[in-house]
């Protein structure tokens, strides 16, 4: 309510605009609700072909977030489940537009492999800036984040 009247809408104006807005067709093209969309539908015919296992409790927050910035990325790393939805049809076919490249830890080694041709392909100019950036250890990988650390006592 508050944000029409900022912007001048008059009151007797806001349920037509709000009406207008979300039976707009351009929101149906908008990237997010489409992928989204399509994730909980490739879910729901899961369901309806007899599956019995419930979705993972991070599931609605992969799908947002894989909604959000796949039409964005050159490559996403996602858990298996969502890469087997993301590879089904029609979806597959609506997000290749967007030619991001999806991996999962079943795809592990062509996502190294793709890496690796990355790095092979950087060019000495770009590889510098990323040390300029990043510091001299830039292309080393960062694990500290996954060692098991002693708990003091």
Same mark, same amino acid.
């Given at each position: 309510y508050e944000v029409f009247g900022r912007a001048g809408i008059q009151d007797s104006d806001i349920?037509?605009?709000?009406?207008?807005y979300l039976t707009s067709p351009s929101l149906?093209?908008?990237p997010f609700n489409k992928i989204s969309s399509m994730l909980y539908a490739a879910l729901a015919r899961k369901a309806a072909a007899g599956r019995r296992k419930p979705p993972n409790p991070?599931? =609605? =927050?992969?799908?947002?977030?894989?909604?959000?910035?796949l039409p964005y990325c050159d490559a996403m790393?996602?858990?298996?489940?969502?890469?087997?939805?993301?590879?089904?049809?029609?979806?597959s076919q609506t997000i290749s537009?967007?030619?991001t490249k999806i991996f999962s830890q079943n795809t592990k080694q062509k996502f190294l492999e793709y890496l690796d041709k990355i790095e092979s392909e950087a060019s000495a100019k770009h590889l510098g800036k990323a040390k300029e950036v990043y510091g001299e250890t830039c292309p080393?990988? *960062? =694990? =500290?984040? *996954?060692?098991k650390q002693e708990r003091q006592h």
């Amino acid at each position: 309510y508050e944000v029409f009247g900022r912007a001048g809408i008059q009151d007797s104006d806001i349920i037509p605009k709000t009406v207008e807005y979300l039976t707009s067709p351009s929101l149906k093209n908008v990237p997010f609700n489409k992928i989204s969309s399509m994730l909980y539908a490739a879910l729901a015919r899961k369901a309806a072909a007899g599956r019995r296992k419930p979705p993972n409790p991070g599931l =609605t =927050t992969d799908i947002r977030i894989i909604s959000v910035l796949l039409p964005y990325c050159d490559a996403m790393f996602v858990d298996n489940e969502c890469h087997a939805y993301l590879n089904e049809r029609p979806l597959s076919q609506t997000i290749s537009d967007y030619k991001t490249k999806i991996f999962s830890q079943n795809t592990k080694q062509k996502f190294l492999e793709y890496l690796d041709k990355i790095e092979s392909e950087a060019s000495a100019k770009h590889l510098g800036k990323a040390k300029e950036v990043y510091g001299e250890t830039c292309p080393e990988p *960062y =694990t =500290t984040l *996954y060692k098991k650390q002693e708990r003091q006592h």
